[in-house]
């Protein structure tokens, strides 16, 4: 069955990073887009940034545009999101999602099909 799992997630300084893992089982990996997603309490769940099945096509919300960037290892079955220069309003629990689709993603939750259980990123002093 397909499953999506993270990992990397943890309590980091302001200014720091992080890299979150999603680590996909159960299909054919590179023919799914995956979407990084967040959701604070209290607050709607926000796009962060997304690759398509090649890992030829990203897009980036635009809080995050310039500090973190998603990667694709289809080897691996893995994608990864390197988190740099993070803000305490980013503490949040962070989500992969997955849906086939090989040459473009989309940065709405609606469109996925399959979610992980989520890591829990805390940033503070």
């Known amino acids: 069955q397909l499953q999506l799992v993270e990992s990397g997630g943890g309590l980091v300084q302001p200014g720091g990073s992080l890299r979150l893992s999603c680590a996909a089982s159960g299909f054919t990996f590179e023919g799914y887009a995956v979407g990084w997603f967040r959701q604070a309490p209290g607050k709607e769940r926000e796009g962060v940034a997304c690759i398509s099945g090649s890992g030829g096509s990203t897009n980036y919300g635009d809080s995050v545009k310039g500090r973190f960037a998603i990667s694709r290892d289809n080897a691996k079955n893995t994608v990864y999101l390197q988190m740099n220069s993070l803000k305490p309003e980013e503490t949040a629990v962070y989500y992969c999602?997955?849906?086939?689709?090989?040459?473009?993603?989309?940065?709405?939750?609606?469109?996925?099909?399959?979610w992980g259980q989520g890591t829990q990123v805390t940033v503070s002093s």
């Open positions: 999602a997955a849906v086939p689709a090989v040459v473009m993603c989309l940065m709405a939750s609606t469109w996925y099909d399959y």
